[in-house]
């Protein structure tokens, strides 16, 4: 007798031995002990979870010999035959290669036959997604309105893809990916049988790759037997067995990370390029030891030589985003290197820049303005200290210093940097000073015009603060009006209007469109 792979040799042959979908197998039960059968139905999910497996169980069920009963007998003719696939009146149709319209046209013409020796005729198409639009077209009447003795099942990993006017016609259920302690268990009862001694570390490891997928579970465990040559199965045979760098070596990347050792992280990466792994399979390897060290260090415990869950975090979403990038590059190693250079660089965590950029904007007063801080920033070098003092976030004094620089100015010239022509209007400004978390601008009433344009663009200014570290940052602006200010003569104001236009293109292009002349702005 041929050999018969595990997927296949270990195919639930009940509901109940379909792990991981109860909130199916249990609802297809019922329906068939109380007589409440759809015509046609849906399944969906990921590959692998027991969607075309569910549906044979389903077509056994509702031609047993024991009907109305929950779970099939597999011991009449009917569940034997099917069983066997020698029953005419199971029809399972791969839609990836029978998807037009002429074929859909033929299962029409076949569904108007009764069934040959079952109770019902059950259409399983497999793959559902890849029948064209007209195809779907013709099948809908059928699909609606079919004789009694048919049932329909799709099963499809895209059920968006799926019509709207399908969709409506079916009961879709919808599975999911299996629980990795689910997987494993199956897998330890697989061993057991086949004796073969496996670690639970290699199972581990096998459940990781598999993603949820207890078919491709059961393939690689197979892929792992074959190889074993009757020996104990460990971790390290199936990391090699599968193309994975070794775990000893992830663990050894994520110590030269978190000690900021960039040659080494570059030297791992130049290792595992020259023995020909897939860069993008190791970063997802580091990502996946990343997203356990965030599970303990946000539980309070450090893991792996990672103490912040705010630097871990920032850790996962680059690699996140070199993983994505590298599948569509011609030059992944250079970049993973950028990624690795990133994430081994300093690493402000955002309670202390808070805290950094606090002294002298809002020191509490019992707290001398330019005091060091208390809680100095770890794994910080000064060098990235005096870059972000440079950026105006009030460095704390040193003996032998003058007073600290007045925060507002920094905060005036990151604006005029990144503001254009707007940030210069603090230029005019009578006074301009940080009190808690605002920056504030007395404008006095001959200056009204640029101050409301100041106060116009003040919603964007504070997200340019926000973007630079100064986070929750506001302009508030103030306009004190001279009593004795003489009205504004008509030439003040056309100098006025003309000044905007230079200033403002929008209102030179509406000029150049609308024409006449410029005025100045009327007295209140």
């Known amino acids: 007798m041929s050999h018969l792979v595990i997927a296949r040799k270990y195919r639930p042959a009940k509901f109940s031995e379909v792990i991981g979908q109860s ?82 046209r033929q299962l029409r013409e ?3 036959f009764a069934p040959s020796s079952s109770r019902y005729k059950v259409y399983v198409i497999d793959e559902a997604h890849q029948i064209t639009k007209d195809a779907f077209n013709a099948f809908l009447k059928t ?6 003795y048919i049932i329909f099942v799709l099963a499809t990993t895209e059920p968006e893809k799926l019509p709207v006017t399908i969709l409506s016609r079916c009961q879709h259920f919808k ?30 490891a096998i459940c ?42 992830i663990r050894e990347t994520l110590s030269a990370i978190a000690a900021y050792d960039t040659k080494a992280a570059f030297d791992i990466i130049d290792e595992i ?31 792996e030589g990672f103490e912040s869950s705010d630097r871990v975090y920032w850790m ?37 820049a808070i805290e950094l950029a606090g002294v002298g904007v809002d020191a509490p007063e019992s707290e001398a303005p330019g005091a060091k801080i208390s809680h100095p920033l770890p794994n910080v070098k000064n060098e990235k200290a005096r870059q972000i003092s440079s950026a105006g976030e009030a460095a704390p004094a040193t003996p032998g210093q003058g007073p600290p620089q007045d925060p507002s100015a920094a905060l005036v010239a990151l604006l005029k940097k990144e503001c254009g022509s707007a940030g210069k209007i603090f230029d005019i400004a009578d006074e301009v000073s940080v009190t808690g978390r605002k920056l504030f601008c007395r404008f006095s009433g001959k200056n009204e015009v640029q101050a409301k344009r ?23 602006v103030t306009i004190v009006m001279d009593e004795n200010q003489e009205p504004v003569s008509h030439e003040e104001k056309m100098t006025e209007a003309k000044q905007l236009e230079i200033e403002e293109p929008i209102i030179a292009k509406l000029h150049g469109l609308v024409g006449g002349d410029l005025e100045g702005r009327e007295d209140e």
Request: contains cysteine; hydrophobic residues 40%.
């Open 23 to 104: 909130q199916v197998t249990v609802t297809l039960g019922n329906a068939i002990l109380k007589d409440k059968l759809a015509h046609a139905y849906v399944f969906s999910g990921p590959r692998g979870v027991g969607k075309t497996t569910a549906a044979r169980i389903l077509a056994k069920a509702v031609n047993c010999a024991e009907y109305p009963s929950a779970e099939p007998c597999n011991k009449c003719v009917s569940c034997k035959a099917i069983q066997a696939g020698n029953s005419m009146d199971i029809i399972e149709i791969d839609a990836a290669s029978n998807r037009g319209i002429d074929d859909m």
């Open 110 to 112: 076949n569904a108007a």
């Open 143 to 148: 699909l609606e309105e079919p004789p009694p």
């Open 175 to 204: 599975f999911v990916l299996v629980n990795p302690e689910d997987v494993k268990n199956v897998l330890k009862k697989i061993c057991d049988s086949e004796k073969a001694p496996v670690s639970d570390d290699a199972l581990d």
């Open 208 to 249: 990781d790759e598999a993603g949820g997928s207890v078919r491709d579970a059961e393939s690689i465990l197979e892929q792992v037997i074959s190889s074993a040559s009757g020996k104990k199965i460990e971790k390290e045979d199936v990391e090699f067995i599968l193309g994975l760098v070794e775990s000893a070596k």
């Open 273 to 303: 390029y020259s023995k020909g792994f897939s860069l993008q399979q190791f970063t997802r390897q580091v990502i996946t030891a990343l997203r356990r060290v965030l599970a303990k260090v946000l539980s309070g415990i450090p893991s």
């Open 316 to 352: 996962l979403e680059s690699l996140c985003s070199a993983e994505q990038k590298m599948k569509w590059s011609e030059y992944p190693k250079i970049l993973l290197e950028l990624a690795f250079y990133k994430i081994t660089s300093d690493f402000i965590p955002i309670d202390q």
């Open 454 to 476: 100041l106060l116009a663009n003040s919603e964007v200014m504070e997200k340019v603060l926000a973007a630079n570290g100064y986070k929750g940052m506001s302009i508030d």
